[in-house]
């Protein structure tokens, strides 16, 4: 259920507030039969009364008929007004819920998805540019050019707007990569590119081989498609090379996912050795090889290796950019570069799902990178990155010396935090949610990073930033005094 905010201007106690409440989601068929209502606990925090008050409130609507509570499930609809006089009963909405192809995210996601809308919490779970970063005097200049000289304009060739793959042309040879328009697909952002992979390429049963941990455990992209996501180890250097032949041989069709660029959740940059040793097996094993390079440009130190498509010659690799971790989430506009054939076929596939990305977002991208200031804009957020990781470093020896290990990262938006003593880490999220810090834990990207945190240090302001590192640290002491 979604969080929800509950005023009520009428006299009447506080029990019956929570009825009305509740009759009314369910009469306006928000919340239909068989789905399951807020805890206890939640609808006492919303209303701001004690459980007994709430038990109050069940009993009745339970008595009327409306909701049963069920073990194993909490208290479910079980019928509406309309359902207790008609003798035919309404679809159960439910069942094909839980029927659909695709998979729900894993309820942590779900409650991390939907805190991260609160402006009230310090945001250390975001992957994304602060706003203090947000480039907004820039982006009203643009958006004045675009509609100065804009036409009418409707669906765009099923590639994308032609300008910006032209742009987005010569923007891939600054990095080394060689691809002409011809060869780049507009997508709304890199995870729409999965998308566009998972149900134009692969077949069902194919295995996805992958970092473990990696931020697509957290998702169901290519799980809802069918396939398998199998783990591959991974150092300080990267993927490692040979468990990619080892899991090959055991897993039969299969396609490589990797995350080169300041990874997600490690923050991990993949060393130019390595990327030649894993394109080599790649080769030698002909497994296509997906590369998401969305974190390249936020480097802070030095600018990471080439990329895996520059040595490419064979049309192995899949190459996936985007706009929205280096500039704006909001604009929606990704990219993938692969050979003619492929592109042409997902091509297909988004004209399938949604005729085009939206054509004034990517008359403003091309404008973005035709006329230099995505550039300047990068050097600004790489300055700020680094201010930013440096000021987090410089807390966490300060407040967690002791409690936890961590390598310093060289860009990106992600420390990867281990936690050294044994403690609850569901306790130590819900008790600095309970402080307002919102984290993400390590298990939702995998089950074995359960003593692990990523801490984004892109998002909440400076102060905000040094401020919930210290509170960090006590709530691990205190947990750890009680544990």
């Known amino acids: 259920m979604s969080r929800m905010n509950w005023k009520s201007d009428k006299p009447s106690p506080k029990y019956q507030q929570i009825i009305d409440f509740i009759k009314e989601k369910i009469a306006n068929g928000e919340w239909p039969i068989g789905s399951k209502i807020p805890s206890q606990r939640q609808l006492a925090k919303i209303f701001e009364v004690n459980r007994s008050t709430v038990i109050t409130a069940l009993e009745e609507l339970m008595a009327d008929g409306l909701l049963e509570g069920k073990m194993g499930k909490g208290t479910v609809v079980i019928n509406n007004t309309w359902t207790l006089l008609a003798t035919t009963p309404p679809p159960d909405w439910s069942k094909h819920v839980r029927s659909g192809l695709h998979k729900p995210s894993q309820t942590r996601v779900q409650e991390i998805n939907e805190a991260e809308s609160n402006v009230n919490l310090i945001h250390l779970s975001k992957g994304e540019l602060s706003p203090e970063m947000f480039p907004l005097d820039t982006m009203k200049k643009i958006m004045r050019d675009v509609s100065e000289s804009m036409e009418a304009f409707g669906y765009e060739e099923p590639k994308g707007y032609l300008p910006l793959r032209v742009e ?77 032949s080892k899991a090959k041989t055991q897993r039969g069709k299969a396609i490589v996912y990797t995350n080169p660029c300041f990874h997600n959740p490690t923050g991990i940059l993949m060393t130019e050795n390595r990327r030649q040793e894993v394109l080599e097996i790649c080769r030698k094993e002909q497994l296509p090889l997906i590369e998401d390079d969305i974190y390249r440009e936020l480097w802070i130190d030095t600018p990471p290796p080439p990329p895996l498509k520059t040595m490419d010659k064979n049309g192995h690799v899949l190459y996936v950019g985007s706009l929205s971790k280096t500039l704006s989430p909001g604009l929606r506009i990704g990219w993938i570069v692969g050979p003619d054939p492929v592109i042409e076929r997902l091509s297909d596939i988004k004209m399938q799902t949604d005729y085009g990305s939206s054509s004034l977002s990517q008359r403003v991208a091309a404008q973005w990178l035709k006329s230099g200031h995505y550039q300047e804009h990068l050097e600004m957020v790489r300055e700020q990155l680094k201010i930013r990781r440096n000021l987090v470093i410089e807390a966490l020896e300060k407040n967690l010396k002791g409690l936890a290990t961590w390598e310093e990262p060289k860009g990106g938006f992600f420390i990867w935090l281990k936690i050294k003593p044994t403690l609850s880490m569901k306790s130590l999220y819900t008790k600095a949610l309970s402080c307002g810090i919102l984290l993400n834990p390590g298990n939702i990207y995998a089950q074995e990073s359960d003593r692990y945190l990523r801490l984004s240090y892109a998002y909440a302001s400076l102060t905000d930033l040094k401020n919930s590192i210290y509170q960090l640290g006590q709530i691990i002491k205190e947990l750890v005094k009680t544990n």
């Open 168 to 244: 987005l042309s010569h923007y891939l040879k600054t990095i080394g990569i060689q691809a002409s328009p011809s060869s780049v697909l507009i997508v709304s952002g890199a995870l729409q590119a999965l998308q566009l992979i998972s149900v134009g390429l692969l077949q069902r049963e194919s295995t996805i081989l992958l970092e473990r941990p990696s931020y697509l455990y957290s998702l169901h992209v290519f799980q809802s498609a069918g396939m398998k996501l199998s783990g591959l180890s991974i150092d300080q250097k990267g993927l490692v090379p040979q468990a990619i």
